[in-house]
Structures are given as structure tokens and as C-alpha cells.
């Protein structure tokens, strides 16, 4: 069972699910309507309850403190003109998905312009979370 992002997501839509997958999009756009209410109670009360969700890619990134990792690791642009990229904080660290090494040097750059710590993930990685414990996997 899937629900389409273009559809509205009801407050019990997400009840009877077991896992959350989110995928897709630009970040930008993401933290966007999000900001606006868009998604916003259902998911977090569906996370609260402590069931399995898993993010990947933009809404990876969108898990931590700041999105600006995607403006400077160029993935995403920010076509919607966002001046605060701050949000959700479910995690205390940013995620950089689809890291190569070509991306090293911008990597750094983030890290002497920005205070949050953060963790590149290859496509073939990824990190799972339960309370305070965390364990990277390949």
C-alpha cells in the first residue's frame, strides 16, 4: 500500500501502516511545504508511536537540523526561494546521501561554514536509528 504525495495524508491515514518509506523529490521543495502544514501531524504522530520509518535522500536529509548540505553538495536548488532551512531535528546531525568522492571538498566546506556535525551516506549505505542507538550499515 502506498499513498501518492499529491494526494491529502488524514490524520488517521497512517494508522494501520507498519513502515513510513519516504523518497523522492527536491529538498528544498520538501522542507517547503512542510513548513507550510503539508504531511506534517500525520507523519509525526505516526514517528511518535515509535514505528518503523525509513527516509531516504532528500527526506534523509530533511531528518536533521539544516537541508543547506544539498544546496552545497549541489543536488538540489532552491527554486522556492527558502530563507530558513532549518527543521526538523529528528536527528542531531546533518545526512548527506548519494556521497562520492568527488564531493569531498564540498563536504568540507560545509564543515567550516556551518556548526552541525553530519554524516555522508553512499547509495549503498544507510543508518538505523533506534532511541539513542545508531549503527551504520553497507
Known amino acids: 500500500w502506498h499513498i501518492n504525495i499529491c494526494e491529502n495524508i488524514s490524520q488517521g491515514s497512517l494508522q494501520d501502516l507498519d513502515v513510513l518509506y519516504m523518497c523522492g523529490w527536491n ?44 544546496w552545497i553538495m549541489d543536488w538540489d536548488t532552491n527554486e522556492v526561494n527558502l530563507k530558513d532551512t532549518s527543521w526538523f531535528g529528528l536527528i542531531d546531525f546533518c545526512i548527506a546521501p548519494h556521497y562520492e568522492d568527488f564531493y569531498y571538498d564540498e563536504l568540507m566546506s560545509f564543515k567550516k561554514h556551518y556548526a552541525y556535525r553530519f554524516t555522508a551516506l553512499t547509495n549503498s549505505q544507510a543508518i538505523s536509528i533506534d532511541g539513542n542507538y545508531m549503527k551504520f550499515i553497507s
Do not use: E, H, N
Open 27 to 70: 529538498t528544498y521543495q520538501v522542507l517547503y511545504l512542510l513548513k507550510k502544514g503539508w504531511y506534517i501531524s500525520p507523519i509525526l504522530d505516526f514517528i511518535s508511536k515509535w514505528w518503523v520509518y525509513v527516509w531516504q535522500s532528500a527526506w534523509s536529509t530533511i531528518c536533521g537540523p539544516d537541508i543547506d548540505i544539498a
